[in-house]
Each structure stands twice: as C-alpha cells, then as structure tokens.
C-alpha cells in the first residue's frame, strides 16, 4: 500500500491502481477490503466508474457492514446513470445506522453523507419532497449544515412552500436568512446590502484567494497587439438563457476589429442553438476537465484583452478561475444580474436603468454603462403556429393574466397580490408555469385561501421555444415577479407581441424589466410600488381595450425599438470594450468614460 500511496501522491493514479489490481489478484491478505476500497477510489477517480462499482461490491461481498465502501459505491452507480440504484444504496446506510442505539460522530458523518448526497441527488431528480423531507431531518440531527441549510431554502421556493424561512428545531431563522444562496436571495430580498452580504459569504466560503501577480502579466505575451481579443466565458453557451439572449450578439461583433474566443464548459446538447453559438467564434476552447489554474492560464496565454464572465455566482460557475486575473478587463454581464463580489471582477455592463447611482454602493463592480438597453437579445427567434385557448385549457371571452418565470421566483407577497387582483377581475384567469406538481398545489391552495376558486389559475406545461413563444399571444397581460424580475422571460414576452407590467425596485435584478419596457417604449407599465402595480393590473384587466392597445403598439413598433436594436447594442459593448483594452494595452488607468 506504501508504494501505491506514493504513486498517487505522484499524480500517477493509473500505476497505483494497476498495482492495487495486480496485488490483490496475488496475494491473500486479511486486509483485502480495505484494498478493494482503496482501488475502487482510485478507479472511481479515473471515470472507469463500471470497475469502480465491481471493486466496491468486491469489497461489500468481504466485508458487508463497510459503510464506506457502500457509500462510494452508491457515487458510482450515480456516474453510470443509475439513480435509484445509487439512492437505495445510500438508504441503506443511513436506515441501518439511524437504527443502531448509540451512534458515534463518525457514524453520524456517514449518516448525513449519505442523506445529503441522496437529498441533493433527488433535487435533481425533481423528487423535490422527497429531497425537502431528508434535508430537514439532516438538519435535525446536525443543525449548523450551511450547504443544507442553502439547498433547503431553495428548494422551499421551488415548491411556493411558504414562509420560505420557516424556522425548526435548532434550526434558527438567522441560520436560514444567513445560509440562503445568492440565486435564492435574489427572489426573497430586493435589499441591495443583502444581496452583497450574500455574495461576499459565498466568496468567503467557496472562492480562492488570488495567488499573487496576475496571471496576464505572469503568463500572458508581453505586448498585446493587433485586433482587440474578447474572450467570454460561460458553461451555458448552449439551451439556456444566457445562450438563447447572447447567439445574435456573437455574430454581430466586427471582426475586421475584434478577435472572439469562447471558454466553454458547457454540455454539449446537440441543438441547433449550440451550433450556431460555436460559427460565431473563431476559437472555441473547451475547458472540460481543466482544472481553474490551468483553464485561468490558458486565458492569459490567449493574451485576451477583455474577459466577458457570462455566469458570475450561478449553478456551474468557475469563478476560480476570476481570480488571478487572466485578463486585464474582466467584465460581467447578462449570467448574473447582481453583484458577485468576485476578486478580480472589476466592471458589469449595465445602462444606467438597471443600475443606479444609489446601488453602487453595494456592487463590487463598477458599472460600464452602455447608451442603449443593457441586455442583447437575439432578433432569429421563431415563432411557432398561434394556439387556441382551448388548446391551452384557457376559456374564451376571459381575461388572462400570465406569468410564464420559473417557480422560484414567485414570492408569497407577489402571489398574494396577484389574487388580490383576480378578485378585482371579474372572470380572469391566471395562467401560470406548470413548474412542478407541489408549486402547482400550493399555488392553488394559496388561492383557496385568498378566496379566489382554484381552477382560475392555469398551468401551461412546458413546450418547445417556439411554442413558448406563440402562446404570449393568448395572454392579455404578463405579471412580472419582484423582486427577481423576468430577463430572458420578458424579452421573448416582448418579442412575441405581449405587454407585461412590472414592479422596479432597487436592486439590478428588480429593474431588469423596467429597462427592457424603457427601451421598447412602454414605460407606463412599470410600477414602482406594490400597491401601484396592484393598481395598474387592475386597471388593465378591467379594460381590456387597454391590453389589445398595448399588443397593436408592440405588433407595430416593438421589434423596431431601440429594445431590439441588437446591432447599436453590439457597437455599445464594442465601444466600452475597446475604450478600456486600449487603455490597458498603453498602461494607462482604466475609465470607460475617457
């Protein structure tokens, strides 16, 4: 074991696992579990995760109470695709222990390994009650699990389980207010100083401390010369929404002045949106399985003058590869509309909408503001055959009012107003995400008990983009939520012909769609307090003439706002861009405004 130990702690774990393999087809030894254990994890570390699961069960077949072992093997038949497989193997572990009458710290620590990663394994499963119901007994065995904490939070939101920080056992509403990720806080806070405090915790916790000289003077070229280098940097260059916004951008670039470079982590999920992303640049370096450093160093040696992060602090993001500077201007844009707190991050485009004056003081960047909306979008989205109401199970002759954002930004504030304005409403409707089974139960259940019937509330299922998009036709008026406002959700509102109203509050995130109705010319349906946009609803949805002006307005106008003005937004990017790599390449201080 000295020697296999040593090749490991060499980085050779193919010849300390050969030798493993070769000892213990060779020799009898009583320690041939703990063997097997220790080959099934160098296995495991070099993917062949089918070996790894024969060595593990090896090992099982020796000795049968090896929890270890047990759990390993429950992490590899994850790898191979086999979810139920893996869960039963975790259940077994902590079932087994929480029936033994005295439980030691080690036990314990076996115990919530294999609850946490069976919890986390069902949340992404969608078994979101299943997930919930094992979090919270995690937490009530070990109260101070702050990833727990974090994760039960969110998954509260998804379900409209409400209150959200809904205090148990030693488990404390500070606990939950202080543990609550970044993307969580953002649909329970409009507090810029929350947001901040949320970010730099992350940070704190989870991001590295920069190294020392920045990396695109310690490994960069020497001279940056030649047609300016933007590199973005994102695992959603793909079907999402950062991909869905930024495709037509990446196109749009003047390449006679502008070198693009994409630093792509993410899936490769065959759509024809992928495809299109990756013509868009002329290189396409693929970080898979690169580790931060060296992914941060071959940034640098791509001597890239601007550094665009497309993901900031959300699910999948590397911001470890942020810190040592790769690139003398790093930028953040579209991924997280919220300071990240992240060393190295030092700009955020933004237009002077989403970002005001008395938000800078709670953003660790600073705001490079563009002339024009801040968010790209992309003007080849298709539109699929109109819909029928009855096709979506909605009644003619009735208003409908829709909110089509993901679950988890639907506040219990938001949604007690929406039935506030139903009851205002005669006969509406609300047409709602059909995000998953238990939202959908207590979204009704809420409307029970603001006295509104259940059946007024409608749930579109979830369609293909261009399907998506024909069924803003159906809607009369879009209820944005607040604080997280739609982004992504509102321009594909926009485009497709539908008004939406909106609630802008402080933060960036909460101003996201003012912007989007500034710049396409509706600023009447923004709102700036809750009871106005309560108001404005009502208004609207007792005069439907209102709506049908809004839709002619778009039908005739919308696509040829400056919202949708993709090429002035490209040459704004493209301006701010060039401004600060020229200032970097001459050494002199960075300002956008110079």
């Known amino acids: 074991m000295a020697k296999a130990n040593a090749w490991q702690a060499a980085g050779r774990l193919d010849l300390a696992a050969l030798l493993y393999e070769t000892w213990i087809a060779k020799t009898d030894t009583p320690h041939q579990a703990l063997a097997l254990f220790n080959w099934g994890t160098l296995l495991g570390s070099l993917f062949q995760h089918a070996k790894a699961e024969a060595a593990y069960r090896r090992a099982l077949s020796v000795k049968p109470d090896f929890a270890q072992a047990q759990l390993n093997l429950a992490h590899q038949l994850e790898h191979q695709g086999k979810p139920d497989e893996a869960l039963a193997q975790w259940r077994a572990v902590f079932d087994g222990i929480a029936q033994l009458d005295c439980v030691g710290a080690d036990a314990l620590d076996l115990q919530l390994h294999a609850m946490n990663n069976s919890a986390r394994l069902l949340e992404q499963l969608k078994r979101y009650d299943e997930a919930e119901a094992l979090m919270h007994r995690s937490l009530l065995l070990k109260p101070g699990q702050g990833d727990v904490i974090q994760h039960w939070v969110h998954i509260r939101q998804k379900q409209c389980e409400w209150p959200v920080h809904q205090p148990f056992g030693e488990v404390s509403e500070n606990a939950l207010w202080v543990h609550t990720s970044l993307l969580a806080m953002l649909s329970a806070s409009d507090e810029p100083a929350m947001q901040l405090l949320t970010a730099q915790r992350f940070v704190h916790e989870k991001v590295q401390k920069p190294s020392g000289k920045p990396y695109h003077r310690l490994h960069g070229p020497a001279r940056r010369e030649g047609r300016i ?236 983009p261009a399907d998506y998009l024909a069924r803003f036709a159906l809607a009369d008026l879009v209820l944005d939520t607040f604080p997280y406002n739609a982004g992504t959700t509102a321009s594909d509102c926009l485009w497709a012909g539908a008004p939406i109203l909106t609630l802008s509050g402080q933060s960036y995130i909460s101003r996201m769609c003012g912007s989007l109705l500034t710049h396409v010319g509706l600023p009447d349906l923004i709102a700036t307090s809750l009871a106005e946009y309560e108001r404005l609803a009502v208004q609207i949805g007792r005069n439907p003439a209102r709506s049908a002006s809004y839709k002619r307005y778009l039908a005739e106008h919308g696509r040829h706002s400056a919202l949708f003005d993709v090429p002035a937004i490209v040459r704004e990017i493209e301006r701010v861009f060039e401004r600060l790599a020229t200032q970097a390449r001459a050494g002199l201080p960075l300002n956008p405004e110079a």
């Open 229 to 464: 280098r933007i590199g973005y940097a994102s695992g959603d260059l793909c079907m999402h929404a950062v991909g869905l916004l930024t495709a037509e951008l990446y196109e749009l670039h003047d390449k006679q002045r502008f070198e693009l470079f994409a630093f792509d982590w993410g899936r490769e999920d065959g759509t024809a949106l992928r495809a299109r992303i990756k013509r868009s640049f002329e290189h396409w370096d693929s970080l898979h399985g690169v580790s931060d450093d060296e992914a941060a160093q071959r940034i640098a040696k791509a001597g890239i003058d601007v550094l665009v992060d497309l993901q900031g602090l959300t699910s999948g993001a590397r911001p470890n590869i942020l810190v040592n500077r790769p690139a003398p201007v790093q930028v953040s844009y579209l991924g997280l509309p919220a300071t990240s707190a992240v060393p190295g991050v030092d700009w955020m485009l933004a237009d002077r909408y989403v970002m005001q004056p008395e938000y800078l003081r709670y953003c660790s960047e600073r705001p490079l503001y563009l002339n024009t909306c801040y968010q790209v979008s992309d003007r080849q989205r298709e539109i699929g055959a109109p819909p029928t109401r009855a096709q979506y199970q909605l009644p003619e002759g009735a208003f409908v009012f829709a909110s089509f954002n993901n679950n988890h930004k639907y506040s219990q504030e938001m949604v007690a107003c929406w039935m506030r304005v139903l009851h205002q409403v005669p006969g509406s409707v609300l047409w709602l995400l059909a995000d998953n089974r238990w939202a959908e139960a207590n979204l009704r259940a809420a409307a029970q008990a603001h006295g509104v019937a259940p059946e007024r509330l409608v749930f579109a299922p979830r369609v293909l």
